[in-house]
């Protein structure tokens, strides 16, 4: 069975550094996708950030980025210089390609701490 | 564009009772997705539906259930209501699914006393 597993259930971080979050996988699929979603408090579910399995190359955006290790089936989240915004709860979700059904992490709370 | 709205977004029910919850998907999705959402366990797939049909289930027992219209409107319901159903209820919808990203609506939140 396809799981992601969340190990870091709480986490804090201060103002402008760097974080990183936590996510394995298990699967026994070639072709994917992974994705990160943020949950800020009472507030609707966004995309942070989208992998697909198949390219070798790190997804960024802006101040997310990944570290994808596929062998390893590791989807890690870095987040540089973190902003008080950046308080919520992250999902690391997997997504394989035909099976129509996302799978989604526990979660890791962030605190950004002023 | 509008979002995904969910109705309504809060609820009280008692066991027994039977629930049904809605979800408007954004214009031009197709896809719509059901999870329930508990603390420490994350979000679990209810089911996905993709016009009118369900392409795939969670594990979850026969009393969940949805469809979709042809309008690509959702609705989820659950019968027989027990206290452990508490949770919030997400509705996502998508271009198609698989790889694409899904957007959410802000929830259902049920509570079942």
């Known amino acids: 069975a396809q799981t992601v597993t969340q190990s870091q259930p709480e986490m804090s971080v201060q103002e402008a550094e760097t974080v990183t979050l936590s996510c394995t996988y298990d699967?026994?699929?070639?072709?994917?996708?992974l994705f990160w979603y943020k949950q800020p408090p009472s507030r609707q579910m966004i995309l942070v950030i989208r992998?697909?399995?198949?390219?070798?190359q790190n997804a960024t955006e802006n101040r997310f980025s990944v570290n994808f290790q596929k062998a390893a089936k590791s989807f890690s989240l870095k987040i540089s210089d973190s902003q008080l915004g950046d308080t919520a709860m992250y999902f690391c979700?997997?997504?394989?390609?035909?099976?129509?059904?996302?799978?989604f992490g526990t979660g890791t709370r962030l605190k950004v701490l002023a | 564009k509008a979002g995904v709205t969910q109705t309504p977004r809060y609820l009280i029910k008692t066991r027994g009772q039977q629930v049904t919850l809605s979800c408007s998907p954004i214009?031009?999705?197709?896809?719509v997705s059901w999870y329930q959402q508990t603390p420490g366990q994350g979000l679990q797939f209810l089911f996905e539906?993709?016009?009118?049909?369900?392409?795939n289930k969670g594990n979850f027992p026969g009393r969940f259930s949805g469809r979709q219209f042809s309008n690509s409107r959702s609705e989820m319901n659950v019968s027989t209501l027990e206290l452990g159903d508490s949770a919030l209820y997400l509705c996502?919808?998508?271009?198609?699914?698989?790889?694409?990203?899904?957007?959410f609506g802000p929830g259902t939140r049920l509570t079942v006393l």
């Open positions: 979700a997997f997504s394989n390609s035909g099976t129509y059904k996302y799978i």
């Open positions: 539906y993709f016009s009118e049909t369900q392409r």
């Open positions: 992998q697909e399995a198949y390219k070798q």
């Open positions: 699967t026994s699929e070639n072709n994917y996708y």
């Open positions: 996502a919808s998508s271009l198609a699914s698989g790889h694409n990203e899904q957007f």
């Open positions: 214009s031009g999705h197709r896809s």
